[in-house]
Nanobody, 119 residues
């Protein structure tokens, strides 16, 4: 399983960005997909999750500002980020979880994409 994240960049506070994550396989093979982020000197944290039934879950600090979605036809997941704040600055990673291991792994990660929000 290969995941490719893109869409990061630098924006001013209050701006918007849309992250994309494309996968090498059908999304139906994943139980959950999500976005995580890691800021310098901090632990990686989960930002948003979406299940294969469409259930979503968000980090409290992004609830109402970020929206996670998937497009099965494009084998892609997105994170629409609005009203961005400087504290959203981090490297963002996409993740796919499979209950049944693939190549010995349950968690599959894409490379990170940098999001920088200036005040």
């Amino acid at each position: 399983v290969q995941l490719q994240a893109s869409g990061g960049g630098e924006v001013q506070a209050g701006g918007s960005l849309r992250l994309s994550c494309t996968t090498s396989g059908s999304l139906s093979g994943f139980n959950w997909m999500g976005w995580y982020r890691q800021a310098p000197g901090k632990q990686r944290e989960r930002v948003a999750l979406i299940s294969n039934t469409g259930s979503t879950n968000y980090l409290d600090s992004v609830e109402g500002r970020f929206t996670i979605s998937t497009d099965n036809a494009k084998n892609a997941m997105y994170l629409e980020m609005d009203r961005l704040k400087p504290e959203d600055t981090a490297v963002y990673y996409c993740n796919a979880y499979t209950a049944r291991p693939i190549a010995g792994l349950n968690n599959h990660w894409g490379q990170g994409t940098q999001v920088t929000v200036s005040s």
